[in-house]
């Protein structure tokens, strides 16, 4: 039944849903944005593995917060699609990724610490499989735009519960008092807990300043902070990622019915850069993502995307 409704129809509800439940908070001041990913932002012939994805998302401050510890809750929505690097055929031997889809709902709670310690959690709810309406919107998007037919969705990961707890830490670990415009060096870990995603990260975040002084972190919208400062600078964020487990290249833990499963390479380095503008109320960004291979015993190799994304404060 759930492949039949209309998908314009499902966004259209989890759009209302996430606005209105940022609204029931009672808060006078909330953040509301997009966030796209796509491979085409850094390159028109790369096209492959992780290739696109979309995030609605808003924030607010919480009621909880003080002087000590500022508290921002947000809720969110994302979809993202995973495809071989051939996309041409439906043979599956042709495809040296799994094709799969991922339809999350998120809450969010990041706590800035007056120390210039952050906290982040994520409780995330959702489905991998034919239940995300990857296979839809993207044949949708590719008829739409005039991108060419997509063969092979037929033998995506098959349908799975997704529950997942993920938390990061970022703490500063080298201070400079010489130069305003560079950053102090941040230590930056996370950890992905549940039945999608199992995954240690870790690895350092630097920002350096294109006009004005750096803030400190607890004062940046590198997190959204509400802190209001006027910002303009690159960051860098290269880290090591120790994969545990990841169902849109394995399937599900709990069956085995997905028609193309790989095992996955544990041991990966992934490079996080770009540039943050934002002045007053507007918020923008862009990023650039890269990662080494994902996928064992496979043609697959590693790949990269890019983010732009637009926010904007609502008074």
């Given at each position: 039944m759930l492949g039949k409704l209309n998908i314009n129809k499902i966004h259209s509800l989890l759009f209302l849903l996430l606005v209105s439940n940022v609204f029931s908070q009672g808060n006078?001041?909330?953040?509301?944005?997009?966030?796209?990913?796509?491979?085409?932002?850094?390159?028109?012939?790369?096209?492959?593995?992780y290739?696109?994805?979309t995030t609605i998302f808003a924030n607010y401050v919480s009621k909880n917060s003080h002087e000590n510890r500022k508290i921002i809750k947000g809720f969110s929505l994302f979809q993202k699609f995973f495809n071989p690097a051939w996309v041409k055929s439906e043979n599956i031997e042709y495809h040296n990724r799994p094709y799969a889809g991922l339809l999350v709902g998120e809450h969010e709670v990041?706590?800035?610490?007056?120390?210039?310690?952050v906290w982040k959690t994520q409780y995330q709810i959702g489905f991998v499989g034919p239940n995300s309406f990857a296979e839809e919107f993207q044949e949708w998007m590719h008829t739409?735009?005039?991108?060419?037919?997509?063969?092979?969705?037929?033998?995506?990961?098959?349908?799975?519960?997704?529950?997942?707890?993920?938390?990061t830490l970022v703490k500063p670990f080298l201070r400079s008092s010489k130069n305003e415009k560079y950053?102090?060096?941040?230590?930056?870990?996370s950890i992905e807990a549940g039945t999608a995603f199992n995954?240690?990260?870790?690895?350092?975040l630097l920002r350096v300043s294109l006009k004005n002084k750096i803030q400190n972190?607890?004062?940046s919208n590198f997190f959204p902070s509400f802190s209001g400062k006027k910002e303009f600078y690159l960051f860098f964020n290269p880290e090591i990622n120790l994969q545990i487990y990841d169902a849109t290249i394995q399937g599900s833990m709990f069956s085995n019915n997905s028609?193309?499963?790989?095992?996955i390479i544990p041991v990966r380095f992934r490079m996080n850069a770009g540039i943050n503008y934002d002045y007053e109320s507007l918020h923008l960004k862009y990023g650039f993502h890269y990662t080494t291979n994902e996928v064992s015993k496979s043609t697959a190799t590693g790949y990269y995307y890019g983010t732009l994304s637009l926010a904007y404060d609502f008074k």
């Open positions: 006078k001041t909330f953040r509301f944005g997009i966030s796209i990913d796509n491979d085409s932002f850094t390159s028109v012939v790369n096209d492959k593995y290739t696109a994805g990041t706590r800035f610490y007056k120390s210039d310690f739409t735009f005039n991108f060419g037919k997509v063969y092979g969705w037929k033998n995506q990961i098959q349908n799975a519960f997704v529950i997942q707890y993920n938390t950053d102090f060096f941040y230590w930056k870990s995954s240690i990260n870790s690895g350092f972190l607890n004062e028609p193309l499963t790989y095992d």
